[in-house]
């Protein structure tokens, strides 16, 4: 009888007290998780524009022209596009490549969508995990602006070199 007073007067005691809770903790922890247009300003990547040839045939390239959107977003801090579900994100690929136009497809540039869409699905998983590292998110991040400047320089590679007007010597008679 005695041991089962001390019980639940250990207990009443126990579930009386509330842990006290340092709210500038949580607020720096917050902080800790959310990515913002200064961090991401900080990452060290070369960024390209496309050239006016390539602005023009990619035109009409609609999914193209939302990615860059998405992409300008993710640069200001916003990570919504890329917290769907995966099915949501797999059908933006498919529709990216098939919309794609024929004057940008070529082995190297199918190459380069290949690694943006790796890169697109991989920051998609991180981004709607609860429990990811900032740095991890961040090194994602990076990943996916850099594969993007990597398509956005093939395709202008592509269209200078078509632009060159090169001459083959004529061997004299």
């Known amino acids: 009888m005695k041991q089962l007073f001390l019980l639940s007067v250990?207990?009443?005691?126990?579930?009386k007290s509330e842990p006290k809770v340092d709210p500038t903790a949580i607020e720096n922890q917050e902080k800790a998780y959310v990515i913002t247009a200064e961090d991401i300003a900080k990452l060290n990547y070369t960024d390209y524009i496309l050239s006016a040839d390539s602005q023009q045939a990619v035109l009409d390239w609609q999914k193209?022209?939302?990615l860059q959107e998405q992409i300008d977003l993710l640069k200001n801090g916003n990570l919504t596009f890329f917290k769907v579900e995966k099915k949501i994100m797999e059908e933006f690929i498919l529709e990216?490549?098939?919309e794609?136009?024929?004057?940008?497809?070529t082995p190297a540039i199918r190459s380069r969508m290949t690694v943006l869409e790796t890169t697109l699905l991989r920051l998609?998983?991180?981004?709607?995990l609860d429990n990811i590292k900032k740095k991890d998110l961040m090194e994602s991040i990076k990943?996916?602006?850099?594969?993007?400047?990597?398509?956005?320089?093939?395709?202008?590679?592509k269209f200078e070199k078509e632009a060159q007007q090169i001459q083959l010597p004529v061997r004299p008679e």
């Not at 250990?10 to 579930?15: A, D, E």
């Open 143 to 157: 990943e996916l602006l850099v594969a993007n400047v990597n398509l956005i320089l093939q395709i202008n590679k």
């Open 100 to 105: 794609q136009p024929p004057a940008v497809t």
């Open 10 to 15: 250990l207990i009443f005691i126990g579930c």
């Open 64 to 66: 193209f022209q939302d």
């Open 96 to 98: 990216l490549k098939a």
């Open 124 to 128: 998609q998983d991180l981004a709607n």
